[in-house]
């Protein structure tokens, strides 16, 4: 559901059955633990039947109980505090081995992106990337270091690459304000969303600049601003959300432009190579039989 849930379960109009209204006053007080409950164990939790539940879910206007818990999970990423987030992973890892809990749930996250990004979107951004005079690459906060990563290799591949410093509202503005139709943004957002991202985004796509939203959902709010949607999936692993997935999704999309511009990448590598040897940009190995 589009719509904000927890507005809906609270919205007094709705004319909810006794044991629906257990469930709905459950799920506004508790909607973090609720997120990763069963449909049995929510049922026991409020003295329900798991069916019963099931039918809740339905007169909402899910297809099943899992579509609701999905929209749950999904709201949580942006309203929980950091605090909150801690109690959430604790409750979810309990005493099962930490490392062995979130490496598994980021091998599943990249192996859910694989099957789910579209791959239309993605070869309709790698175009618009090549055809593009200027790229602006633009991520806040925690997205802000893929934003980076992004921008490392590409300015290895074009010449007209704008990594937009998000420190400061103004500055980002500043940065962008040149923008044109011409031109392509990537902008990288994941929970918590920033706010100032957004207001960026609306501004760029207000200058008719083609947009790659790189997310999570299509419920995100940088996705209506994207003309190409590219969605990894991100789920919470303690603090913060997994940037696993997005990190793929970016690798592959670095690979794909490389290899679509290969003579032109060739031509720079070569010249690179050149230059980090002459300046001794990175350590070598010395050979065992050297003196």
Request: charge should be negative; aromatic fraction near 8%.
């Amino acid at each position: 559901m589009k719509n904000n849930l927890l507005s809906r379960l609270e919205d007094k109009s709705i004319k909810y059955s006794k044991s629906h209204r257990k469930i709905a006053d459950f799920i506004i007080t508790n909607y973090d633990k609720a997120a990763f409950m069963t449909a049995a164990a929510l049922g026991e939790k409020v003295g329900v039947s798991e069916s019963t539940v099931v039918r809740f879910a339905s007169e909402l206007g899910f297809k099943g109980y899992p579509e609701m818990q999905k929209e749950l999970q999904q709201m949580i990423k942006t309203k929980l505090t950091t605090v909150q987030r801690m109690e959430v992973s604790q409750s979810l890892i309990g005493n099962n081995d930490i490392i062995s809990t979130v490496l598994n749930d980021d091998i599943n996250l990249i192996r859910q992106t694989a099957e789910t990004v579209s791959k239309e979107a993605f070869d309709n951004a790698v175009k618009a990337i090549n055809n593009a005079k200027k790229i602006y690459i633009l991520g806040v906060r925690s997205s802000a270091a893929l934003a980076y990563f992004l921008a490392f290799y590409f300015n290895l591949v074009f010449d007209s690459v704008i990594l937009v410093n998000s420190s400061s509202a103004s500055e980002m503005f500043e940065q962008v304000f040149r923008i044109s139709e011409e031109d392509v943004c990537i902008a990288i957002s994941f929970p918590r969303y920033s706010k100032q991202a957004v207001n960026a985004l609306r501004f760029i796509s207000d200058r008719k600049a083609t947009v790659i939203s790189i997310t999570d959902t299509e419920n995100s709010p940088i996705a209506p601003f994207g003309d190409h949607l590219l969605v990894a999936k991100s789920n919470m692993a303690s603090v913060v959300d997994s940037l696993a997935a997005p990190l793929s999704l970016i690798n592959a999309l670095i690979a794909s432009v490389t290899l679509s511009r290969k003579n032109e990448a060739y031509k720079n590598f070569n010249e690179l190579e050149s230059v980090w040897d002459k300046y001794q940009v990175y350590e070598k190995e010395e050979n065992d039989g050297d003196e």
